[in-house]
């Protein structure tokens, strides 16, 4: 069974800075591209970096690119999200998403949902004064 669980999310200050965690089970976490896609409130899926299987090939949004920082374990089969400069615009609930597509090197659909097919449970990251 495959098994996605983030953690790390908290209550962060403007500019300042936490580092997601995501534990993957029941898959060759080595062999798929995986991605951070967070949620606001009130606001659909947004997909925020993924890293690819091979080479850890790194892709950001627009967003957060020069702020965070995508990377991988693949011997504690762990995907991870490091971010800094924290916005407000940044407060939402993040997910890790494993890609359907095994060993692929299509990377052009990162950001569709329809992309994944295991999803985390999701922590929550608020950033507030």
């Known amino acids: 069974e495959v098994q996605l669980v983030e953690s790390g999310g908290g209550l962060v200050q403007p500019g300042g800075s936490l580092r997601l965690s995501c534990a993957a089970s029941g898959f060759p976490f080595d062999d798929y591209t995986m991605s951070w896609v967070r949620q606001a409130p009130g606001k659909g899926l947004e997909w925020v970096s993924g890293?690819?299987?091979?080479?850890?090939?790194?892709h950001y949004a627009e967003s957060v690119k020069g702020r965070f920082t995508i990377s991988r374990d693949n011997a504690k089969n762990t995907l991870y999200l490091q971010m800094n400069g924290l916005k407000s615009e940044d407060t939402a609930v993040y997910y890790c998403a494993k890609d359907r597509k095994f060993r692929t090197f299509d990377l052009t659909n990162l950001e569709s949902p329809g992309e994944y097919d295991h999803w985390g449970q999701g922590t929550q990251v608020t950033v507030s004064s």
């Open positions: 890293i690819s299987w091979a080479f850890n090939n790194r």
